[in-house]
Every structure is written in C-alpha cells, then in structure tokens.
C-alpha cells in the first residue's frame, strides 16, 4: 500500500502503527489501544451524557465500533481524531435516543461523581471561561453542584467541542473533522460556549449566585 507524505509522517505516530496491527487482526495490539484511550473516552462520554453507567456502555460500543471498522481504517488523521469521531457518533446517537425515549435516564446521580475530580473540572472550565481564578473559595459539595448546572446548561455540541479542545487539546482544524463542521462553525462554537459558562459561573464564583439550570 502506497501513502502520501503526510500519511508517511502519521506512521511514526504509535497510534496509527497499532491501529494498522489491528487492522491485522492483531488482538493484542487492540487490547494496547483499549489501555491507552478507554479511560479518557470513558471520561468524555461521562461528561457529556451525565451518567457513570450509561458512559461505561457507551464506551464499549466505542471500542466495539473500532474493530468493527478496522478494515476501513486509514492512517490519513492522527488515531485519536478517528476515534472521537465514532465516539462522537455513539454520544450523539444515544442522546437522540433520549430525546426520543425520555423514560430512559441519563441524568448525573447526586453521588456518583468523584468530588476531586469535579473540583478540578470546575477550576479547569472556570479558567477556560474567564481566564480568572475563583475569588471566593467553595466546598467540594459545592463546587460539585455548580460545574453540574454550569455544564449541563451548556448544549451538547457547545459541551462536546469545550471537552475536545480543552482537555483533549484538539484543533479547531482536528474538532472540525470529529464533529464534521468547519473550522469556522467550530471557532464560532466554542466562542458561544466560553461565553456561556462565563455567564453561568463568574457571577457564581464572585458574587455567590446559583447557576440556572
């Protein structure tokens, strides 16, 4: 198989090289890309859908889509982009599938979230919105409650565009692909959502007011 130069560069990715094993039919070099990138697929998708359980799901069906899609798999992207597109395609899916089936919950439970790991998100997509650091400090109940109503408010592609470029550091180039939009739709995107969540978190962290949910 003959590739072009860029393509060429995309083979010194270990992604891609492992991919293409898999391609191969090589089972241990998908169980490597399942070590690698389940948790952070697990992480995104429990964020944007709001529910450990349902995420686990979703991260399975993931996974299952990739090999699945092996034998259509071509090393023209870094791996991550075409995994996050089909990780895209399974969030979005399911939540159409709610839309359709409100009886089916996907909803956060009050328990259910790691406070740390919340307390983080909430310094993380405060500094993302306003570029500030919090000038009152929140217990973890607290903080935990606040990023809850701050991203769900957001909506789903507004949420899921925040997540790659901010804690996946995607492009906007590399979301484009992924969400299949341009790289202008997506600029625009996350201008919206930046703007969003400053106004559901700053007036909250300066001044003690609750986030609209």
């Known amino acids: ?62 996974f299952l889509r990739v090999f699945r899609a092996r034998k259509n798999y071509r090393p023209e992207a870094k791996f991550t982009t075409w995994l996050f597109t089909i990780t895209n395609n399974v969030a979005f899916n399911a939540l159409r599938t709610r839309i359709r089936k409100p009886e089916v919950q996907l909803g956060v439970s009050q328990n259910e979230e790691d406070p740390n790991s919340q307390k983080h998100l909430a310094e993380d997509l405060i500094l993302a919105s306003s570029g500030t650091i919090p000038t009152r400090q929140l217990d973890k109940l607290e903080l935990k409650q606040m990023v809850q109503l701050a991203v769900d408010s957001l909506g789903e592609r507004q949420r899921w565009a925040i997540l790659l470029h901010k804690f996946e550091g995607k492009s906007y180039q590399e979301i484009a692909e992924i969400m299949e939009m341009t790289p202008q739709a997506v600029k625009s995107l996350l201008c919206r959502a930046r703007l969003n969540l400053r106004d559901a978190l700053q007036g909250y962290m300066q001044r003690g007011k609750k986030v609209k949910s």
């Open 1 to 62: 198989m003959i590739f072009d130069s860029s393509v060429n560069l995309n083979l010194q990715d270990t992604d891609v090289r492992l991919m293409l094993a898999v391609q191969g039919d090589d089972a241990s070099a998908f169980e490597e890309l399942m070590l690698r990138y389940q948790n952070r697929v697990l992480s995104l998708l429990r964020h944007l859908i709001g529910n450990r359980d349902a995420a686990e799901d979703l991260t399975q069906e993931v």
